[in-house]
């Protein structure tokens, strides 16, 4: 079992940035592959990014490549979001989650531990 919590959501205005940060307890951090998830009001939730036990390998939604960027700290139990230029679009409730298994990290449904959520308001 893990336990996530998510920080560093808030309001910003589009063309910012944030950085959130995902803090990990329980069992082994570095045994888990990571995801980062959103959801928007009214839509079904999305994958965003995803890091390897290792932090060697990295994936993104077409949506954030070039301006996301997802890296872990095993030393730290954490896993952030750096996110750049953001855009009005990129409001949503972000979600970090955990798994046991490798494979296909985009699917949220082999996910599964997941943190409560921070939200994100990006202004135009």
């Known amino acids: 079992q893990v336990q996530l919590v998510e920080s560093g959501g808030g309001l910003v205005q589009a063309g910012g940035s944030l950085r959130l940060s995902c803090a990990a307890s329980g069992r082994t951090f570095s045994n888990y592959p990571m995801g980062w998830f959103r959801q928007a009001p009214g839509k079904e939730r999305e994958f965003v990014a995803a890091i390897r036990r290792s932090g060697g390998s990295t994936y993104y939604a077409d949506s954030v490549k070039g301006r996301f960027t997802i890296s872990r700290e095993n030393a730290k139990n954490t896993v952030y979001l750096q996110m750049n230029s953001l855009k009005p679009e990129d409001t949503a409730v972000y979600y970090c989650?955990?798994?046991?298994?490798?494979?296909?990290?985009?699917?949220?449904?082999?996910?599964?531990?997941w943190g409560q959520g921070t939200q994100v308001t990006v202004s135009s």
């Open positions: 989650a955990a798994r046991d298994t490798s494979g296909n990290l985009y699917s949220s449904r082999e996910y599964g531990y």
